[in-house]
């Protein structure tokens, strides 16, 4: 069931996470624990006014997934949160067409939004960007969360161009945009153009500190929620309430000081064919047991493994983190 009774720019705000996929040893998705996972995270706290629960994202590896999985994926986020967070539905589509069918899908089974990336095989135009938003604005009554990903683009890479915002601003559905960019001149130049007419949410915290806060964004990307909601809370506290000294305080004590001099190239997520064996990486780091990626992924190494625990060791997030595997372990148990 979608949220009530709340207008769609007031729930996409806060802390925006990606549900991680658990998956068993034959790489299907073990959708039990990820329901009784999403419901934990839910009932500590990551609910409508301060969160978002992505699902089947890119964190998610929803790109890896066959359309059964991910239809089973959206209908669980949907049926768990029953109304009590927005649910965020991935959607990586080259095709206009299956996006509004996925689309379609996510409002019929209850999410609120859907995040869409701009479609890429080759690199698109502007034109092609705007029609591809446009087909799923026109066909589908719910929300829409753009994603802007200059990575996942061929040579020399795409960014949601002036254009595109002004499109952006006229489509009635498309409620805000999941931004981040590789030119920090053109970050700040959009965000300063657009900002006060769509929800911006910034997916580059540890790059830009507390700034997306004075540039007026709704929100902020940190999957940290999924084991330590109390951390990212807090630090929507901070961000909300404009507390910008501490806010960079806290970014630069758990996001960027304690690996420094600690990461090497392979540790960075750039380098892989997609996100899972990174973020699974992190997770595991934090104590939420993953299983492996989706493939052809290839697991991090074990060196990549040591570094991120030591960072987050050095953090301090760990004493933030509530998730124990015992909980899953125990309602499994009750099951039997």
């Known amino acids: ?29 073990n959708l039990e624990k990820q329901a009784f996972h999403l419901n934990w995270v839910i009932e500590n706290g990551l609910t409508t006014g301060n969160a978002c ?34 649910i965020v539905a991935g959607i990586f589509e080259l095709s206009a067409r299956e996006a509004v069918a996925k689309a379609e899908f996510a ?18 135009t502007n034109a092609e960007v705007i029609e591809h938003f446009r087909w799923i604005n026109d066909n589908v009554d719910i929300g829409i969360f753009a994603y802007n990903t200059p990575w996942a683009q061929p040579q020399p890479g795409y960014d949601f161009q002036e254009p595109v915002f002004e499109a952006f601003v006229e489509f009635e559905n498309l409620v805000g945009v999941k931004w981040s960019s590789f030119n920090q001149a053109f970050y700040l ?29 709704k929100g902020f990307i940190n999957s940290d929620g999924l084991v330590a909601p109390r951390f990212v809370l807090h630090q929507w506290d901070l961000f909300k309430n404009k507390k910008y000294d501490e806010l960079d305080d806290l970014l630069l004590k758990t996001e960027v000081d304690p690996f420094l001099r600690l990461t090497q190239p392979e540790d960075v997520v750039w380098s ?17 047991k993953m ?9 991090m190494s074990p060196d990549s493994v040591r570094r991120r625990r030591e960072g987050y ?11 124990k595997e015992e909980l899953w372990e125990e309602h499994q148990r009750g099951r039997a």
């Open 189 to 217: 130049t959009m965000a300063r153009m657009f900002a006060d007419k769509v929800n911006f949410v910034c997916n580059q915290m540890n790059r830009v500190l507390s700034l997306p806060t004075k540039l007026g964004f």
């Open 1 to 29: 069931m979608a949220v009530k009774n709340v207008k769609r720019e007031d729930q996409l705000v806060g802390v925006i996470g990606a549900l991680r996929t658990f998956t068993n040893d034959d790489y299907t998705p």
């Open 291 to 299: 299983g492996p990626a989706f493939p052809a992924q290839q697991a």
């Open 313 to 323: 060791e050095k953090s301090g997030l760990l004493d933030w983190v509530d998730w």
């Open 272 to 288: 892989s064919m997609g996100e899972g064996p990174y973020v699974r990486m992190g997770m595991e780091a934090l104590g939420l």
């Open 107 to 124: 409002a019929k089974v209850g999410c609120d939004f859907v995040q869409v990336a701009a479609p890429h095989y080759m690199l698109p």
């Open 53 to 86: 629960i992505m699902v089947a994202a890119g964190g998610s590896e929803g790109y890896f997934m066959s359309d059964a999985e991910w239809e089973d994926q959206i209908r669980m986020g949907a049926e768990v949160a029953d109304g009590r967070v927005p």
